[in-house]
């Protein structure tokens, strides 16, 4: 995945399985299910998710103007070298995005997901295009740190998800 801001990042999914968030309630979806975000439905519905190979995921992800403990994050950057985030700077506020990522210990500064998002009629602003946790609007790339536990993988405790969308064109 490579943006124009700097984002270049490259894993691979191997045989993990695509959680597809379509809306489907249905008993029958969720006793198909491989892992246990299969058994949820984020309303509203629109986006496909995956854990990749940990060990694949290489490069940096820069962020859009966003939020983290509360606070306003520019310019956040994270470098990561095989599913580890091993380096972290801001133009300002990265107080703020380290004591999120350090509130939830190990698993904050480790790859999780890789969203994305299908639904046409979530619209991303264009000021402050920062898109919280249920923002699969079209085109919506959501890139999220934390422990692996819904998604089958890695289950070890600490915050199960630091939210970091942005918009494909960022």
């Known amino acids: 995945m490579t943006t124009a801001a700097g984002t270049d990042l490259r894993f691979s999914i191997g045989g993990r399985p695509v959680n597809q968030q379509d809306g489907d309630a249905s008993a029958a979806r969720t006793d198909r299910g491989l892992i246990l975000i299969d058994r949820e439905i984020e309303l509203p519905a629109g986006a496909i998710r995956v854990a990749p190979l940990e060990e694949t995921v290489q490069g940096t992800i820069v962020f859009p103007p966003s939020q983290w403990s509360g606070r306003p994050v520019n310019g956040l950057t994270l470098t990561i070298e095989n599913g580890v985030v091993v380096e972290v700077s801001a133009e300002s506020g990265l107080d703020a995005a380290l004591a999120e990522m350090d509130s939830a210990g190990t ?55 630091l939210e970091t969308s942005s918009r494909t064109q960022q």
Request: glycine letters at 16%; aromatic letters at 12%; proline letters at 9%.
């Open 107 to 161: 698993p904050g500064r480790r790859f999780r997901e890789f969203a994305l998002g299908f639904n046409p009629l979530l619209a991303v602003p264009d000021r402050q295009p920062w898109v919280p946790y249920y923002g699969y609007g079209a085109g919506v790339v959501r890139l999220s740190l934390g422990d692996k536990l819904g998604t089958g993988r890695n289950r070890n405790r600490g915050l199960r998800s």
